[in-house]
């Protein structure tokens, strides 16, 4: 049995016959503890829908996805929402992302209270300050801070910071580099790396960065109109790709990275 096994993943968007589209059609994949999965495709293919899916956030229509051997789709609400603190996700924007009137200190604690994790206070404020020196933010200083106050690079760490305080199993990692410059986005794929080594989280990294995807992504799943056409070792798909779609996908991306080094 797999960490993680997704089967016949399906889903639907739109009510009406007319409206009705299938952004993901049938896909199915494996993961392993402490893997880490990218996951690449042209915008629209459907790679954001999987992460929402696994983070609980969007519901399959069909499918049935396995996590640790308990099946998600199957779970009532409320256990789904019990399990959720297994599953983190960081997400693109870290201006968006973060309320600009809580304090670093509350948005940290906030996943810990909503999944009851640590009643006591004091306890939950030892809790955050770990939290934030696993992101290299030094608690004394950026506690109070609102997230105004923070660079771009330092909002995106409180971000990780968020998903990392309930020390999660998983964290879907959706395009969380793409609003940073060149050297932040290797510091955060550093930082990622580094919480996946000593705490053995594993990740599914969606991106169109192939580049990153080189030595931080064990394997690579490529999606196409909300199909898997092709997936394997990072170095073989983006090196030896032999799938005609991700020959050109790679080609495309790499055009456009070079296009805005
Ligand atoms: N809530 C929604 N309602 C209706 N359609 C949606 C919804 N969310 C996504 N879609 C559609 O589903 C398809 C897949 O979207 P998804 O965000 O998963 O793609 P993606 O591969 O992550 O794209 P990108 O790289 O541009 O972020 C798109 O055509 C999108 O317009």
Avoid: W
């Amino acid at each position: 049995m797999s960490f993680i096994e997704i089967e016949h993943l399906m889903k639907i968007y739109g009510h009406s016959k007319s409206d009705k589209v299938a952004v993901l059609k049938d896909v199915s994949f494996t993961m392993e503890q402490r893997e880490i999965v990218g996951l690449i495709g042209a915008s629209g293919a459907g790679k954001s829908t999987i992460g929402k899916i696994l983070a609980g956030l969007e519901m399959p229509n069909k499918g049935t996805i396995r996590f640790d051997g308990h099946d998600l789709t199957k779970m009532s609400g409320r256990e789904r929402r019990a399990f959720s603190k297994h599953i983190a996700m960081i997400f693109q924007d870290p201006y968006e992302s973060l309320s600009p009137r809580m304090k670093i200190r509350e948005l940290v604690e906030e996943p810990l209270i909503i999944q009851q994790i640590e009643r006591d206070k004091q306890k939950r404020l030892n809790i955050v300050r770990e939290a934030l020196q696993v992101v290299s933010l030094d608690p004394d200083k950026y506690l109070e801070r609102y997230p105004h106050e923070l660079s771009g690079g330092e909002r995106q760490r409180v971000g990780v910071a968020r998903a990392f305080v309930c020390k999660p199993k998983l964290i879907i990692a959706d395009e969380p580099t793409s609003m940073l410059d060149t050297s932040l986005r290797l510091e955060l794929i550093a930082l990622l790396k580094s919480m996946n080594e000593q705490y053995g989280i594993s990740y599914v990294f969606v991106t169109h960065d192939i580049a990153l995807t080189k030595g931080f992504c064990d394997r690579i799943i490529v999606l196409h109109e909300g199909e898997i056409v092709d997936e394997g070792m990072t170095d073989d798909v983006i090196n030896n790709p032999t799938h005609p779609f991700t020959k050109a996908l790679i080609h495309a991306l790499l055009t456009l990275e070079g296009a805005h080094e």
